[in-house]
């Protein structure tokens, strides 16, 4: 099973972008999709949740400003980011709590693409 970001960049501050995240590979089913970040010098922090029926969670930081969603029939899950801050600079991780065919769960990570906001 891998995730495979895309998405990310370079913006200007008051800019948005957006992030995807495909899981491929062989498995039974997704259920809760994350997104979590880790800016220079600082620990890796959550930003944004989904559950497979499409309950969402944020980060108060990112509340207002930042959307996720998904497609559960292409196993993808989304972040559109409006307004973005310099404090949003960081490298961006989806993540996936996935179930085998035997019937486990198992954490999966994205690559880590980088988002930079700056003037």
């Known amino acids: 099973v891998q995730l495979v970001e895309s998405g990310g960049g370079w913006v200007q501050p008051g800019g948005s972008l957006s992030l995807s995240c495909a899981a491929s590979g062989r498995f039974s089913s997704i259920d809760a999709m994350n997104w979590y970040r880790q800016a220079p010098g600082k620990q890796r922090e959550f930003v944004a949740s989904i559950s497979r029926e499409g309950r969402t969670n944020y980060a108060d930081s990112v509340k207002g400003r930042f959307t996720i969603s998904r497609d559960n029939a292409k196993n993808t899950e989304y972040l559109q980011m409006n307004s973005l801050r310099p404090e949003d600079t960081a490298v961006y991780y989806c993540?996936?709590?996935?179930?085998?065919?035997?019937?486990?769960?198992?954490?999966?990570w994205g690559q880590g693409t980088q988002v930079t906001v700056s003037s």
């Open positions: 993540n996936a709590v996935i179930r085998s065919y035997m019937g486990r769960w198992y954490d999966y």
